[in-house]
């Protein structure tokens, strides 16, 4: 049987990608959470801040370790599987990712050492100056290639010569059309995925009978972030959207399943998009709010798939668009719910069927991420570098049995690593319940 | 001369330091992972604590020196990387392995913990054998047949037993006790090793690159050149003597020139590395592609170039910085 080498390609690197966005997705906003962990510590003086920061730091290390190795793959992956990539655009992805590496990987690896086990090596300034570090490094590394994947998306500022693109405007290039919308979505996406794994485990903590105060620090911290950051990631979404629909109209339609140009269109909550009749199956959908939401006009026209030549693939735009929006929809009534008890009594007196949602949400912020990288790449597709090359002509000369079989590796390793992961993750968690549980009899039996 | 003529040739030599640096730096820390299993348990973490601190910086500068050759000579990234497709495979599940189990196994629970040493172990061994057969296929322009293959699969097992030297002699000078006279054990038994490494590349390289040879065997080249094989053999030789007295020394309870092994070995990968660097150059894949052919526009170069200059001294700033914290002996490894 002919393995289709391209398609395998693709999954491999859908499979490396994902995996890897899991991890910065964490390390981005943890990092900024534990400078607030000792900020707090510094001002205050309060142990349950620097607990908080002891625990959550064992966390990050772990993460930041993912993310590293997983990130490792990704800088090979362009030479073994897409070559023409760097042969065209090489001039402006090369240095985009040559100042990633540069300025932001060299710097949070840098400190990464001295802010995991240097605390007693140094002074307590210095010490706080190098979780600050690491909190930019990695903020700096999202800036870059959220830059450099934007430009992909909606390309500015270059010139094609004799088949290679030239950069006319570097400013162009780095704040291209849709660079400081999909920022903006990715940091608030990172804070809620920690927001909600940070009140998550100490959820679950608290389920363990942990009554310590660094705990409950943890858990407010994570509830109020997330209450705080959802309306701003709605809001911040919606103009994501916005300027989809002005400079990647295909992608916008597959979204919201228009497959003709329509007036009045229906906000779609349910329906199979049918490739072979053009047409949505089984649709069920609120009259006209589509055409509100995106152009604030409910009679407004949306441009349907049919005025494109090429589009992408409709039935994975559309549903990865819905879980996101359907995560980020339980994320709001989750954090606001929580966050209204918490005014009134403390972490203790939660209700616990709370609790167990937020457990049930640990990592709904991966659910969302993920998703959300869905709809934007496959929504890119044809195309790898929108009107420039599309993905079939960058592909390498991999055979499709040689990457079929690396493909295999990849996901077996990935499907471990994830497993250890998530259950380490709780494993640390009871651990620190369990230990501050004798911790508090050991209190008991002194007095 | 015009920058389209020597921005590709500093490029050319910022990639050769990244790797370098790469090859020193995650070399000792790799060395130590082949080591652990010859440790007991208390060995194992005061291992593991010795390069804590350091290993994620260490591989960052893997990432510069392939994303160096992916930005600044894209044309030959793609060649070399799709030709050395399976190796770079099994490094990456390597590095991948490695850099997992280093936090897994104190995180896990602790039946689990012998497992993730297993991991650590094999991961380090899988990295180092991968990045040796690479070299070795790189270096033959990655000639087919058994013969080559041969040769590449024995570099392999040589850059593994020079990754193990090193990663011993870091242990030498980073630990006392117990442990520091069991690596100066290691250090001994890697030397053998390490030196046929280098013996094999030099004599097989100039062999299969008929241009090469020409290069080193030429009049009056040779006689310039003949320091680096015989600095080799000095630095080979001080080595040699130096760990039995060493052993001596500590056994004794006297620290002093813990240090000589590991800047011994850094010298002798400097040699090597030089030797390597004149014979390659200005080649980017020998025999089929050099670095003016391989490389990106100047426009793009000249951009990265003020990058580097402006970024790269405080990288190594701020990177001594971090090894002087961590200076000295190794003790345990605590967060905060």
């Not at chain 1, 909600?196 to 485990?201: K, N, R, S």
């Not at chain 2, 899988?126 to 041969?150: E, H, I, K, N």
């Not at chain 2, 040699?271 to 670095?291: C, E, N, T």
Request: glycine share 10%; charged share 10%; with cysteine.
């Amino acid at each position: 049987m002919e393995l289709d080498a391209l398609a395998l390609a693709r999954a491999q690197f859908a499979a490396n990608i994902s995996f890897h966005i899991l991890f910065p997705s964490i390390n981005i906003a943890l990092a900024w959470v534990l400078l607030f962990f000792k900020l707090r510590y510094l001002r205050t003086g309060r142990q349950a801040w620097m607990d908080a920061y002891g625990f959550w730091v064992k966390i990050f290390a772990l993460s930041f370790a993912l993310g590293v190795v997983s990130g490792v793959t990704m800088s090979f992956q362009f030479g073994t599987n897409w070559p023409g990539y760097m042969q065209t655009v090489g001039n402006i992805a090369g240095p985009l990712l040559a100042y990633e590496i540069l300025t932001a990987f060299f710097l949070e690896a840098g400190f990464l050492g001295i802010m995991l086990f240097g605390r007693s090596r140094v002074s307590e300034r210095v010490h706080t100056l190098a979780t600050l570090l690491v909190a930019f490094g990695n903020s700096l590394s999202a800036f870059w290639i959220i830059a450099l994947n934007s430009w992909m998306q909606t390309p500015a500022g270059f010139v094609m010569k004799d088949g290679r693109a030239h950069v006319t405007s570097w400013l162009e290039v780095i704040f291209n059309p849709s660079m400081p919308y999909r920022l903006t979505h990715m940091l608030l996406a990172s804070g809620l995925t920690v927001a909600f794994l940070v009140a998550g485990l100490s959820a679950y903590r608290l389920l363990k009978a942990d009554r310590s105060a660094g705990n409950a620090v943890a858990l407010k911290t994570g509830v109020w972030l997330a209450a705080l950051l959802i309306p701003l990631q709605i809001l911040a979404g919606d103009a994501h959207g916005l300027n989809t629909m002005t400079h990647q109209p295909a992608k916008l339609a597959a979204i919201e399943g228009v497959w003709h140009t329509e007036r009045g269109a229906p906000l779609l909550l349910f329906a199979l998009p049918n490739a072979d009749t053009q047409s949505n199956d089984y649709a069920l959908g609120i009259p006209r709010l589509a055409s509100l939401i995106i152009k604030h006009d409910p009679d407004g026209e949306i441009r349907g798939l049919n005025e494109f030549a090429q589009h992408p693939p409709v039935a994975k735009v559309f549903w990865s668009f819905r879980v996101m929006v359907g995560v980020g929809v339980l994320m709001l009534l989750a954090s606001w719910l929580t966050a209204w008890q918490l005014r009134r009594r403390d972490a203790a007196g939660l209700d616990r069927r709370l609790l167990y949602l937020l457990v049930g949400m640990t990592f709904a912020g991966w659910v969302a991420t993920l998703a959300g990288w869905y709809v934007t790449e496959i929504g890119r597709q044809p195309w790898l570098v929108t009107g420039v090359l599309t993905t079939a002509q960058a592909a390498g000369a991999a055979t499709g049995s040689m990457v079929a079989g690396s493909l295999l590796t990849y996901l077996a390793l990935y499907a471990g690593l994830l497993l250890a992961y998530i259950s380490v993750l709780f494993h640390l968690a009871g651990k620190a319940a369990g230990q501050a549980d004798a911790a508090v009899a050991l209190k008991e039996v002194q007095a | 001369m015009n920058a389209a003529y020597w921005l590709p040739v500093i490029f050319a030599g910022l990639m050769g330091l990244a790797m370098l640096v790469y090859v020193v730096l995650d070399g000792f820390d790799l060395g130590v992972g082949l080591l652990l299993p010859l440790a007991d348990d208390a060995g194992k973490d005061r291992m593991v604590a010795s390069i804590g601190p350091f290993w994620d910086a260490n591989e960052t500068w893997l990432v510069l020196g392939a994303g160096l050759l992916l930005v600044a000579f894209p044309m030959a990234h793609g060649v070399v990387f799709g030709a050395l497709y399976i190796p770079v495979l099994l490094m990456l599940v390597g590095l991948i392995l490695r850099g997992v189990a280093f936090d897994f196994r104190v995180k896990a629970r602790d039946p689990h913990r012998p497992w993730w040493n297993a991991i650590f172990a094999f991961g380090s061994l899988l990295a180092s054998l991968a990045q040796g057969v690479m070299l070795g296929r790189y270096l033959t322009g990655f000639a087919d047949g058994a013969l080559p293959w041969l040769f590449a699969l024995l570099v392999g097992a040589g850059l593994t037993a020079a990754y193990a030297l090193l990663g011993a002699c870091w242990l030498i000078m980073k630990t006392e006790g117990a442990l520091q006279r069991q690596a100066l054990g290691w250090a001994r038994r890697s030397v053998p090793g390490a030196g046929l490494a280098v013996l094999l590349v030099s004599i097989v390289t100039p062999l299969a690159n008929p241009a090469i040879a020409g290069k080193w065997f030429a009049l009056p080249q040779l006689f310039l050149l003949l320091p680096l094989p015989l600095g080799t053999l000095a630095l080979f030789v001080v080595q040699w003597l130096a760990l039995p007295r060493l052993a001596r020394r500590q056994a004794a309870g006297n620290d002093s020139y813990c240090w000589l092994p590991f800047a011994t070995t850094v010298g002798m990968v400097l040699l090597a590395f030089w030797g390597l660097a004149y014979s390659v150059f200005p080649q980017v894949i020998p025999g089929r592609m050099d670095i003016w052919q391989a490389a990106s526009d100047p426009e793009a170069l000249w951009i990265m170039l003020w990058g580097a200059l402006l970024v790269l001294p405080c990288i190594i700033g701020y990177t001594a910085f971090a090894y002087r914290v961590f200076w000295g002996k190794t003790g345990t490894l605590r967060y905060q």
